[in-house]
Nanobody, 123 residues
Framework: VQLQASGGGLVQAGGSLRLSCAAS????????MGWYRQAPGKKRELVAD???????NYADSVKGRFTISRDNAKNTVYLQMNNLEPRDTAVYYC??????????????????WGQGTQVTVSS
């Protein structure tokens, strides 16, 4: 299953960006969707995730500034990032798991990553 992420860019500290990530393929259902980030020289870390029922989980560093949401009809997850700080600079990756139908119409479990989108926050 391919995940197509978009919305990254360059912004000044205090600014906002909105990331989007849509799942392609013949999806039966998408369970957890989330956003991770990786800064240079650091490990990839969870930013936020959201269950199919709407339960959310955030890294402490982004609580109160970032909001994750999803549109189940479009198999799309969003990350609204407000009051951005230079420490938020990283490549952001979306992630999703669930069930899709293969070419034989068989349900198959998947867990996929998006291609990554760069977010740069200048001071």
């Amino acid at each position: 299953v391919q995940l197509q992420a978009s919305g990254g860019g360059l912004v000044q500290a205090g600014g906002s960006l909105r990331l989007s990530c849509a799942a392609s393929e013949r999806i039966s259902r998408v369970d957890t969707m989330g956003w991770y980030r990786q800064a240079p020289g650091k490990k990839r870390e969870l930013v936020a995730d959201i269950s199919s029922g709407g339960s959310t989980n955030y890294a402490d560093s982004v609580k109160g500034r970032f909001t994750i949401s999803r549109d189940n009809a479009k198999n799309t997850v969003y990350l609204q990032m407000n009051n951005l700080e230079p420490r938020d600079t990283a490549v952001y990756y979306c992630n999703a798991d669930g069930i899709y139908y293969n070419n034989y119409d068989e349900p198959v479990a998947f867990r996929s990553w998006g291609q990554g989108t760069q977010v740069t926050v200048s001071s």
